[in-house]
């Protein structure tokens, strides 16, 4: 976080702010307000006078608000509040992104007149562990329990005792123990604040670090479709949407939605944020010209810049109430700007802003869209998207049919907006009944011969591929990429390469080199991602393709090893040997499966035509395996290697299998059918088959789950999404006594709980629900606001239960308590799946799909072929949305990322996290690292809660630079210098911390921590 003083950006009575983590923090004399998604919870000071805040340690970023004339704001790293109470200072600032603050208290000042108070909370708390939590809107802000320090005549810090005592008043006092009053003392609480709506600035526990990219590599606060643009010094610039709560212009939000578009420079070695500027609706495309002046667009406006970002040099209205798609600078400082909606309209303005040259329609159709533009030097334009209209300009390649769906064009117009040529790309097209077809260009470059060269996504498997094309079929999957070259004439496809795997690709950007090679990237779930690397292929480290998550049984998730899914939408498990699980993977004719308890998968082929969407472990064990794909039931008796189609079982979706606990070979099978009854029962073992009476008496009725208890049956029975009721039967299911229906729809799932099928769970709308009493009365524990929860999975032990809640898009719940307290565990990636290990208590394993990860690809100078390839990332979902090349052969590529564990550099200008989403801007070089080594001194240190150890780095070869971690994570924090701090309750005894090379992020050298003075747990 940065503090920049408010000088009329925000609110009245504010001097400072910050934001980050989906929130922004205003700083008053007398308060804090936490703001952000629908709250506002404000940490006051009882008894205090309001204060003198000034800013120190200031920073080189500069922030500028160009529409409200505000600019050159001053930012700095911390904040203090002067003689808040006598001779009692408060100094704000972070640690990894964790915002702190601590009460300074000079000699002889007594810190008993030290408070805290909670206003505009819906509940606040003292909890056990000594922090306080507050509650408003959804969202919650935890105090934590202080820590207060002296340091001694030799410069040791000794700790304090201090706790927080709630009074009659409600406000929160500072009770310190003995202590010396003749020196300084420090108190020191920490605050996080999350939102159930918003970003949360928690850290991923158990996150895997992956080694650092080539070059450098930084995030840049929040996320919204950033734009990357460099300039001939070698400085990188970003622009997109970020939260702007609290932000205010002529008294008003600066946007209905909370966003304002912010443009940030960073030098060229990474390591500074020269200024950000604030202030623009919608900011979608960013260009910087030979000068060094800035343009921007977005909704209605084009806008020109000084080179230092702070005022405007001219303004020009689009007209548009659509942002601007793509932009482009021609070599006479004139602008070509792409504006899809309406009918794809083309617009060159002139150098100094005064007006267009032309402004030209494409399209004629609402589903045309017009998405990149690109500029040659003689100032003709070309530009590409997709269209289904009839009558869409063409001078080459076949005409729209109507049924081969949104259509790839390239379209070139002269200087004065004339067409020159519009070709259109042929696919063929498909029956009524399958998906849409689409073929988009999503960003276009032109070669000094003329050649448009086009990247984007594809779901149509017969484009007219070359023969010399690096990838000639379909990769598979939702979608690939695609590379496309038109020859200079316009009048036929020169090369047309596929780009992508087995998951869901899509090219989002192309630029060439000085010697017009195509460097590309894009989107891809990196399933067999085309990769290919050689001795001057840049480092391109990738963190995780799996799409499983798995539980510590302390509530933590970490990736697992291995697993590539495009999404697991059903888990089961061996019921003997739990180690054994199986999982769908979203792509037809795959099943996964792991032998080691979710750690690792294994792709197994099947004859499915279509992904499974139902899977069953033999309620015997074994390697018997049922499926259900395609509306077919399939069987395996090989541990899921083979499969043969199993018709005397006609479920069209099978749901699950339970067994008789007194007959084994009594089994029923249970899920959805077409035909008749939506329940089985088998008495030789799953041989043969018979249909129990229909139970709900409509089409399509499905049980979601059943349990036995002795002679009875418990059945939880949907139809549609509309209606959900718990039955009994007592009579092997024939004939069936409702029992209670749920009070709430639509409902995701319904599980009994394992140990006591009179406890019933359920995953809903808005919430989640639970019943005591089979289903015969239901009551909410869990309230969610708008969001749905997906899936709820009781343990099979006993003591918990986890639901999956969709909006959270990283997070599950826990309640250890049978749903009186619930806790939201982070797991770095979305769930769509959750499977309870028997074995181990709170233990589960999750699934979700394999994270998108940016690539890089270049192609070589004929473009026939790749000169190298490969995904990079984090463990969770990345996206490029911008690439530059420059004349020393970096590549930039700028985006966002939901890692925490994306790889940053230590040298970086922000290596803090910036919440659920982040910018991220990074450079890759295409030339080896020197050969480096490093060591770490001292190699061992035992270091005490919340005390500090400072560590040494001696590197060979290289400039020396070192970017400092500790593993686990969480486990302490460590500056850039080296100088850690044990955290003040570990989990463990035993810290790892490590210095990595900024050059060659393959060579570190770790020391050992061992924690010292632990409290038994």
Same mark, same amino acid.
């Given at each position: 976080?940065?503090?920049?003083?408010?000088?009329?950006?925000?609110?009245?009575?504010?001097?400072?702010?910050?934001?980050?983590?989906?929130?922004?923090?205003?700083?008053?004399?007398?308060?804090?307000?936490?703001?952000?998604?629908?709250?506002?919870?404000?940490?006051?000071?009882?008894?205090?006078?309001?204060?003198?805040?000034?800013?120190?340690?200031?920073?080189?970023?500069?922030?500028?608000?160009?529409?409200?004339?505000?600019?050159?704001?001053?930012?700095?790293?911390?904040?203090?509040?002067?003689?808040?109470?006598?001779?009692?200072?408060?100094?704000?600032?972070?640690?990894?992104?964790?915002?702190?603050?601590?009460?300074?208290?000079?000699?002889?000042?007594?810190?008993?007149?030290?408070?805290?108070?909670?206003?505009?909370?819906?509940?606040?708390?003292?909890?056990?562990?000594?922090?306080?939590?507050?509650?408003?809107?959804?969202?919650?802000?935890?105090?934590?329990?202080?820590?207060?320090?002296?340091?001694?005549?030799?410069?040791?810090?000794?700790?304090?005792?201090?706790?927080?005592?709630?009074?009659?008043?409600?406000?929160?006092?500072?009770?310190?123990?003995?202590?010396?009053?003749?020196?300084?003392?420090?108190?020191?609480?920490?605050?996080?604040?999350?939102?159930?709506?918003?970003?949360?600035?928690?850290?991923?526990?158990?996150?895997?670090?992956?080694?650092?990219?080539?070059?450098?590599?930084?995030?840049?606060?929040?996320?919204?479709?950033?734009?990357?643009?460099?300039?001939?010094?070698?400085?990188?610039?970003?622009?997109?949407?970020?939260?702007?709560?609290?932000?205010?212009?002529?008294?008003?939000?600066?946007?209905?939605?909370?966003?304002?578009?912010?443009?940030?420079?960073?030098?060229?070695?990474?390591?500074?944020?020269?200024?950000?500027?604030?202030?623009?609706?919608?900011?979608?495309?960013?260009?910087?010209?030979?000068?060094?002046?800035?343009?921007?667009?977005?909704?209605?406006?084009?806008?020109?810049?000084?080179?230092?970002?702070?005022?405007?040099?001219?303004?020009?209205?689009?007209?548009?109430?659509?942002?601007?798609?793509?932009?482009?600078?021609?070599?006479?400082?004139?602008?070509?700007?792409?504006?899809?909606?309406?009918?794809?309209?083309?617009?060159?303005?002139?150098?100094?802003?005064?007006?267009?040259?032309?402004?030209?329609?494409?399209?004629?159709?609402?589903?045309?869209?017009?998405?990149?533009?690109?500029?040659?030097?003689?100032?003709?334009?070309?530009?590409?998207?997709?269209?289904?209209?009839?009558?869409?300009?063409?001078?080459?390649?076949?005409?729209?049919?109507?049924?081969?769906?949104?259509?790839?064009?390239?379209?070139?117009?002269?200087?004065?907006?004339?067409?020159?040529?519009?070709?259109?790309?042929?696919?063929?097209?498909?029956?009524?009944?399958?998906?849409?077809?689409?073929?988009?260009?999503?960003?276009?470059?032109?070669?000094?011969?003329?050649?448009?060269?086009?990247?984007?996504?594809?779901?149509?498997?017969?484009?007219?591929?070359?023969?010399?094309?690096?990838?000639?079929?379909?990769?598979?999957?939702?979608?690939?990429?695609?590379?496309?070259?038109?020859?200079?004439?316009?009048?036929?496809?020169?090369?047309?390469?596929?780009?992508?795997?087995?998951?869901?690709?899509?090219?989002?950007?192309?630029?060439?080199?000085?010697?017009?090679?195509?460097?590309?990237?894009?989107?891809?779930?990196?399933?067999?991602?085309?990769?290919?690397?050689?001795?001057?292929?840049?480092?391109?480290?990738?963190?995780?393709?799996?799409?499983?998550?798995?539980?510590?049984?302390?509530?933590?998730?970490?990736?697992?090893?291995?697993?590539?899914?495009?999404?697991?939408?059903?888990?089961?498990?061996?019921?003997?040997?739990?180690?054994?699980?199986?999982?769908?993977?979203?792509?037809?004719?795959?099943?996964?499966?792991?032998?080691?308890?979710?750690?690792?998968?294994?792709?197994?082929?099947?004859?499915?035509?279509?992904?499974?969407?139902?899977?069953?472990?033999? +309620?015997?064990?074994?390697? @018997?395996? &049922? !499926?259900? *794909?395609? $509306?077919?039931? #399939?069987? %395996?008796?090989? /541990? =899921?290697?083979?499969?043969?189609?199993?018709?005397?079982?006609?479920?069209?979706?099978?749901?699950?299998?339970?067994?008789?606990?007194?007959?084994?070979?009594?089994?029923?099978?249970?899920?959805?059918?077409?035909?008749?009854?939506?329940?089985?029962?088998?008495?030789?073992?799953?041989?043969?088959?018979?249909?129990?009476?229909?139970?709900?008496?409509?089409?399509?009725?499905?049980?979601?789950?059943?349990?036995?208890?002795?002679?009875?049956?418990?059945?939880?029975?949907?139809?549609?999404?509309?209606?959900?009721?718990?039955?009994?039967?007592?009579?092997?299911?024939?004939?069936?006594?409702?029992?209670?229906?749920?009070?709430?729809?639509?409902?995701?799932?319904?599980?009994?709980? +394992?140990?006591?099928?009179? @406890?019933? &769970? !359920?995953? *809903?709308? $808005?919430?989640? #629900?639970? %019943?005591?009493? /089979? =289903?015969?009365?239901?009551?909410?524990?869990?309230?969610?606001?708008?969001?749905?929860?997906?899936?709820?999975?009781?343990?099979?032990?006993?003591?918990?239960?986890?639901?999956?809640?969709?909006?959270?898009?990283?997070?599950?719940?826990?309640?250890?308590?049978?749903?009186?307290?619930?806790?939201?565990?982070?797991?770095?990636?979305?769930?769509?799946?959750?499977?309870?290990?028997?074995?181990?208590?709170?233990?589960?394993?999750?699934?979700?799909?394999?994270?998108?990860?940016?690539?890089?690809?270049?192609?070589?100078?004929?473009?026939?072929?790749?000169?190298?390839?490969?995904?990079?990332?984090?463990?969770?979902?990345?996206?490029?949305?911008?690439?530059?090349?420059?004349?020393?052969?970096?590549?930039?590529?700028?985006g966002f990322t939901a890692s925490h564990d994306f790889p940053v550099t230590g040298s970086a200008a922000q290596t803090e996290f910036g919440g659920r989403s982040a910018f991220f801007l990074m450079r890759i070089s295409e030339q080896a690292p020197p050969d480096i080594g490093v060591q770490v001194s001292p190699q061992s240190a035992s270091v005490a809660p919340g005390e500090?150890?400072?560590?040494?780095?001696?590197?060979?070869?290289?400039?020396?630079?070192?970017?400092?971690?500790?593993?686990?994570?969480?486990?302490?924090?460590?500056?850039?210098?080296?100088?850690?701090?044990?955290?003040?309750?570990?989990d463990g005894s035993q810290v790892t911390v490590i210095a990595t090379s900024v050059e060659d992020p393959q060579k570190a050298a770790a020391a050992t921590v061992s924690l010292t003075g632990l409290e038994p747990r």
């Open positions: 976080m940065i503090f920049e003083e408010n000088r009329g950006q925000a609110e009245g009575g504010v001097q400072f702010l910050t934001r980050g983590a989906g929130r922004t923090i205003l700083f008053q004399p007398d308060r804090m307000q936490f703001l952000g998604a629908g709250a506002r919870i404000a940490l006051t000071f009882p008894g205090a006078s309001p204060s003198r805040i000034t800013g120190e340690q200031r920073l080189p970023t500069r922030f500028h608000y160009p529409s409200r004339g505000v600019k050159n704001v001053q930012t700095f790293a911390s904040i203090r509040y002067h003689e808040l109470y006598p001779g009692i200072d408060v100094v704000v600032h972070t640690t990894q992104g964790v915002l702190e603050y601590d009460f300074v208290a000079r000699p002889g000042a007594d810190l008993r007149q030290a408070a805290v108070r909670v206003d505009g909370a819906e509940k606040v708390e003292l909890e056990q562990d000594g922090s306080i939590r507050a509650a408003a809107a959804g969202s919650w802000m935890r105090q934590h329990r202080p820590v207060a320090y002296q340091e001694d005549a030799h410069g040791t810090r000794v700790r304090v005792a201090v706790r927080y005592e709630r009074r009659s008043d409600g406000c929160f006092h500072l009770a310190p123990g003995d202590y010396d009053t003749g020196r300084p003392l420090v108190v020191d609480p920490v605050i996080s604040f999350s939102t159930l709506l918003g970003p949360s600035g928690e850290s991923s526990a158990g996150s895997v670090f992956a080694p650092e990219p080539t070059d450098w590599q930084s995030f840049l606060g929040r996320k919204r479709f950033p734009a990357v643009a460099i300039d001939t010094n070698g400085y990188s610039y970003i622009a997109g949407t970020v939260d702007a709560v609290g932000l205010m212009i002529n008294g008003l939000p600066a946007e209905p939605d909370g966003k304002t578009g912010m443009l940030c420079k960073v030098s060229p070695s990474g390591d500074k944020v020269e200024f950000c500027s604030f202030g623009w609706l919608d900011l979608s495309a960013l260009k910087v010209d030979g000068r060094g002046q800035i343009y921007v667009s977005g909704t209605g406006y084009l806008e020109k810049l000084t080179p230092d970002g702070s005022e405007a040099i001219w303004r020009f209205p689009t007209g548009s109430e659509a942002p601007t798609s793509d932009m482009a600078l021609g070599s006479d400082e004139s602008v070509v700007i792409a504006v899809s909606s309406p009918n794809c309209r083309v617009i060159r303005v002139r150098a100094d802003g005064s007006g267009a040259i032309y402004s030209t329609t494409l399209g004629n159709g609402p589903d045309d869209a017009l998405i990149a533009v690109a500029v040659d030097p003689e100032g003709n334009a070309y530009a590409t998207g997709s269209t289904q209209s009839f009558h869409f300009p063409r001078t080459a390649g076949p005409a729209w049919t109507g049924q081969d769906g949104r259509r790839l064009y390239v379209t070139k117009l002269d200087a004065g907006g004339s067409l020159v040529y519009s070709l259109l790309v042929p696919q063929s097209a498909r029956a009524p009944d399958d998906p849409p077809l689409f073929t988009v260009g999503e960003s276009i470059a032109v070669d000094s011969n003329g050649t448009a060269v086009v990247t984007g996504r594809t779901n149509a498997t017969d484009l007219p591929v070359t023969a010399d094309a690096p990838q000639a079929p379909y990769g598979g999957g939702e979608s690939d990429g695609f590379v496309l070259k038109v020859k200079p004439d316009g009048t036929e496809v020169q090369s047309l390469t596929y780009l992508g795997g087995q998951g869901r690709e899509a090219g989002t950007f192309v630029a060439l080199d000085a010697q017009g090679q195509a460097y590309l990237t894009g989107q891809s779930q990196c399933i067999a991602f085309p990769t290919k690397t050689d001795g001057s292929s840049p480092d391109l480290p990738l963190g995780s393709v799996s799409a499983f998550f798995s539980g510590s049984g302390d509530g933590s998730y970490a990736r697992a090893g291995s697993g590539l899914a495009q999404r697991v939408e059903v888990m089961a498990v061996d019921p003997v040997d739990a180690k054994i699980m199986y999982a769908t993977s979203g792509l037809p004719g795959q099943i996964l499966r792991s032998t080691d308890a979710g750690m690792n998968w294994e792709t197994l082929a099947a004859p499915f035509e279509a992904s499974a969407d139902g899977l069953v472990a033999d +309620p015997n064990g074994g390697p @018997v395996v &049922w !499926a259900s *794909a395609g $509306g077919r039931i #399939w069987r %395996s008796g090989d /541990s =899921g290697t083979n499969w043969t189609e199993f018709p005397a079982l006609p479920l069209s979706v099978l749901k699950g299998m339970k067994k008789d606990p007194s007959n084994p070979m009594v089994r029923y099978a249970y899920g959805t059918s077409k035909l008749s009854s939506p329940l089985y029962r088998s008495s030789d073992g799953g041989t043969t088959w018979s249909a129990r009476p229909q139970s709900c008496q409509r089409l399509l009725c499905t049980i979601l789950d059943l349990v036995l208890e002795g002679s009875n049956l418990y059945a939880a029975h949907t139809i549609g999404d509309i209606f959900w009721y718990v039955a009994l039967s007592r009579d092997e299911g024939m004939g069936w006594i409702p029992l209670g229906s749920l009070p709430t729809t639509p409902v995701s799932n319904i599980r009994f709980e +394992p140990l006591n099928p009179h @406890v019933v &769970w !359920a995953a *809903a709308y $808005g919430g989640v #629900w639970k %019943s005591e009493n /089979s =289903g015969a009365s239901w009551s909410k524990v869990k309230a969610l606001g708008y969001m749905t929860a997906v899936a709820v999975e009781p343990h099979p032990l006993g003591g918990s239960v986890t639901v999956a809640v969709k909006d959270f898009v990283d997070h599950v719940l826990e309640s250890t308590d049978g749903g009186a307290s619930w806790d939201e565990r982070n797991t770095g990636g979305p769930v769509s799946a959750l499977l309870a290990d028997g074995t181990s208590p709170r233990r589960y394993v999750l699934g979700g799909a394999s994270p998108f990860h940016p690539y890089l690809t270049k192609l070589t100078a004929d473009g026939t072929g790749l000169a190298y390839s490969g995904c990079f990332g984090g463990s969770s979902d990345e996206v490029p949305s911008g690439l530059a090349v420059d004349g020393a052969g970096h590549v930039y590529i700028g500090w150890q400072q560590f040494e780095a001696t590197v060979e070869g290289g400039s020396g630079a070192v970017s400092w971690s500790v593993r686990p994570a969480g486990a302490g924090t460590i500056s850039s210098s080296g100088l850690y701090r044990a955290p003040r309750d570990p």
